[in-house]
Nanobody, 123 residues
Framework: QVQLVESGGGLVQAGGSLRLSCAASGRTFSSYAMGWFRQAPGKEREFVARISSSGSTTGYADSVKGRFTISRENAKNTVYLQMNSLKPEDTAVYYC????????????????WGQGTQVTVSS
């Protein structure tokens, strides 16, 4: 079992940056892949980024590629999402999640979810 708690959301102007953190409980964190998803009002939850258990492999949605960076520190049971050059369309609730050992971008593979953190980008 993995419990996830996100932090770091907030209000930022367009062009600004934020770093989200996700603290995980449990001894299995270092063997689990991790991902970030987001959900804007009235829209479906969508994939943002993923990272393998070792951190050696990452993947991004086209909409954030080149602006967002996912990373992890297994010694601290934490995964991060560095968000730069933010746009108003990045406004959403951001969720940290894990599909367990499977490295996937498919929301349906993710079994463990945090409660979400709000990111609002003003124009």
């Amino acid at each position: 079992q993995v419990q996830l708690v996100e932090s770091g959301g907030g209000l930022v102007q367009a062009g600004g940056s934020l770093r989200l953190s996700c603290a995980a409980s449990g001894r299995t964190f270092s063997s689990y892949a991790m991902g970030w998803f987001r959900q804007a009002p009235g829209k479906e939850r969508e994939f943002v980024a993923r990272i393998s258990s070792s951190g050696s492999t990452t993947g991004y949605a086209d909409s954030v590629k080149g602006r967002f960076t996912i990373s992890r520190e297994n010694a601290k049971n934490t995964v991060y999402l560095q968000m730069n050059s933010l746009k108003p369309e990045d406004t959403a609730v951001y969720y940290c999640a894990s599909p367990g050992r499977l490295y996937s971008a498919d929301l349906r593979d993710y079994n463990y979810w945090g409660q979400g953190t709000q990111v609002t980008v003003s124009s």
